[in-house]
């Protein structure tokens, strides 16, 4: 599949379903309730959180596969191989919807038993941008589903004392400005440093009606955040939860 000419398309929000319940224990064993809606159809739909942050915020239809891989990536006796694999495999079905909401054409091709089968084609224009260093971790999941797809990088940093980010690096494809931008940050606290790599991408000619940040894990905050900030961008992400699991980057790469 030539995914590194897809396109972005505008992102339905779909119909209500009914809402499933996700259980989150804190410290004093007491447990928090995150509602999170599941379609029947199997596709994509918005939480609760819709209300405070608006329609731009989608997250994965929820299912026991993807609860027993939030389950190992938060459980601190996760070893790290363990850790490394179910954090691939949750990146890789959060690349795989990312690409699904990519603009299609349909198409008929001739089978080897000379038939002809109606089906479709992504159309063309797009990229993949990660956010050094826990972003990088979801270059494989897209390069896996797209082999040739182009992808750039920004290194951007947070002081400790001011939370306040700045841009170290970033290198782009010449044409960015032309593409559709699946922006890789797999997860979501404060939202300060993605909106400096968005402010970024803009600088570049990107609109952000035509970026998709692919997320694992945000925070209520960090997802409004972004969204106050550029109200056209996307969010696709698995959870939204007051506690976000930012040992991430740590953990996958072995510096933890």
Do not use: W
């Not at 224990?25 to 999170?36: C, D, G, R």
């Not at 404060?190 to 400096?196: A, K, S």
């Not at 998709?212 to 698995?238: M, N, V, Y």
């Amino acid at each position: 599949m030539p995914c590194h000419n897809q396109q972005l398309n505008n992102v339905n929000s779909g119909q209500e379903h009914p809402m499933k319940q996700v259980r989150f224990a804190n410290n004093s064993s007491s447990s928090s309730v995150l509602p999170t809606s599941e379609a029947s159809d199997g596709s994509i739909q918005t939480d609760s959180n819709q209300d405070t942050v608006g329609p731009q915020l989608k997250l994965l239809p929820l299912n026991d596969q993807i609860r027993e891989l939030q389950t190992i990536i938060r459980d601190k006796t996760t070893s790290r191989g363990d850790f490394v694999f179910c954090a691939d495999r949750l990146i890789r079905l959060v690349v795989e919807e990312g690409l699904n909401q990519l603009p299609y054409s349909e198409c008929t091709v001739t089978t080897p038993t000379g038939y002809k089968y109606e089906g479709v084609k992504f159309e063309r224009g797009n990229c993949g941008v990660s956010i050094m260093r826990s972003g990088e971790a979801m270059e494989q999941g897209l390069r896996d589903c797209c082999r040739s797809i182009r992808i750039g990088k920004i290194l951007i940093q947070s002081d400790e004392e001011t939370q306040k980010a700045k841009v170290f690096y970033a290198k782009f494809p010449p044409d960015v400005y032309r593409r559709k931008v699946l922006l890789m940050y797999p997860i979501l606290s404060t939202g300060n440093t993605v909106i400096e790599a968005v402010r970024v991408l803009i600088e570049h000619g990107v609109q952000p009606r035509h970026i998709i940040l692919l997320s694992l894990f945000s925070t209520p905050h960090g997802a409004k955040s972004i969204i106050q900030e550029f109200p056209d961008i996307t969010i696709l992400t698995t959870e939204v939860h007051p506690v976000a699991p930012t040992h991430f980057g740590q953990r996958y790469f072995g510096t933890d």
